[in-house]
T-cell receptor, first 114, second 116 residues
């Protein structure tokens, strides 16, 4: 069984640029959630995709957007990058939306905005 | 609104000592789920345990044990006979049954250092 994978591992961008991060969910999982983890803090929920539809969103501006594909992999897009977007971006997959469905995390993408 | 508080920012113990990581949560839902995750220096969050709000039984898994007390809204995590490999950041998280998204709300984490 393949776990959650994310690419790239590290990324350096400059302010104002756009970035796309990718996530492949664990085999059998149809729900993907994205989190932003700033240095020294806990992860913050960005949004969640269930069966290719956005299912919920945290307190992040519209320049954070996403997609989920028919194979349940997902992308996180961030436009007009700001310095504060520098963080570890974590993707998590789960089987469904029940509270008993545990989210399993990938290794993350570390984004640095200069 | 849901909230998770981990008051201990950093804890340092010597190998073989027992250590307890505290977690206090706030929620208006009567049905909710509590989690503990471990984050080693590599960055990946590793799932440790999930607890349902209607199940207050304590759980033990090897050297790990969890104490869930609804009366004090706490879900504490104890490592017995700690080892150097236990060094990591530990996060407590909460998910509410209400709402469409099963988002996790995390605490700020506790950095555990186990010294040899």
């Amino acid at each position: 069984e393949t776990g959650v994978t994310q690419s790239p591992t590290h990324l350096i961008k400059t302010r104002g640029q756009q970035v796309t991060l990718r996530c492949s969910s664990q085999s059998g999982h149809n729900t993907v959630s994205w989190y932003q983890q700033a240095l020294g803090q806990g992860p913050q929920f960005i949004f969640q995709y269930y069966r290719e539809e956005e299912n919920g969103r945290g307190n992040f501006p519209p320049r954070f957007s996403g997609l989920q594909f028919p194979n349940y992999s997902s992308e996180l897009n961030v436009n007009a990058l700001e310095l504060d977007d520098s963080a570890l971006y974590l993707c998590a997959s789960s089987f469904g939306l029940a509270g008993t469905d545990t989210q399993y995390f990938g290794p993350g993408t570390r984004l640095t905005v200069l | 609104a849901q909230k998770v508080t981990q008051a201990q920012t950093e804890i340092s113990v010597v190998e073989k000592e027992d250590v307890t990581l505290d977690c206090v949560y706030e929620t208006r839902d009567t049905t909710y789920y509590l989690f503990w995750y471990k984050q080693p220096p590599s960055g990946e969050l590793v799932f440790l345990i999930r607890r349902n709000s209607f199940d207050e039984q304590n759980e033990i898994s090897g050297r790990y044990s969890w104490n869930f007390q609804k009366s004090t809204s706490s879900f504490n995590f104890t490592i017995t006979a700690s080892q150097v490999v236990d060094s990591a950041v530990y996060f407590c998280a909460l998910s509410e049954a209400g709402g469409s998204a099963r988002q996790l709300t995390f605490g700020s984490g506790t950095q555990l250092t186990v010294l040899p």
